[in-house]
């Protein structure tokens, strides 16, 4: 340790280009002409914003063909909670409100056009008193001790 001298210094390698210099016309010729490997790569999307591109899948399940579809709340059940809903005195609005979604969501799952979502399915039911899956659909929502 006490040969080490304070006023040497030893440059083991000088940095590189940055980013920027790297990717120049000049720096690609002058790393071919000294025989090196550039490889050359285009970014998908590159100084676009795409983020939210549209896949092919997705496209397909918007054309709705006969093997690719969304399945839809059935009229049946939309008539069911327009009943529940009108015996209850509530408008579309007031029955959005009361379980926390939108006005057009009720008119979605009213008119069919809805997918159907358990969540919003389940609390329409517990605020219309009414079933709306399974086979016992429009029935009463019997309301017993729930189990823990």
Known sequence: MAESD???VTVLRKKGPTAAQAK?????????RRGEDVETSKKW????NKQHSITKNTAK????????HHDRVTLEVGKVIQRGRQSKGLTQKDLATKINEKPQVIADY???RAIPNN?????????IG???RG?????PIEKGPRAK
């Open 45 to 48: 999307a590159a100084g676009q």
């Open 135 to 139: 086979k016992d659909i429009g029935k």
């Open 110 to 112: 009213e008119s069919g």
């Open 24 to 32: 120049s016309k000049q720096a690609i010729l002058a790393a071919q």
């Open 61 to 68: 399940l918007d054309r709705e063909t006969e093997e690719l």
């Open 119 to 127: 969540q919003v399915l389940g609390k329409i039911e517990r605020a």
């Open 6 to 8: 304070w006023d040497t």
């Open 130 to 132: 009414l079933k709306l």
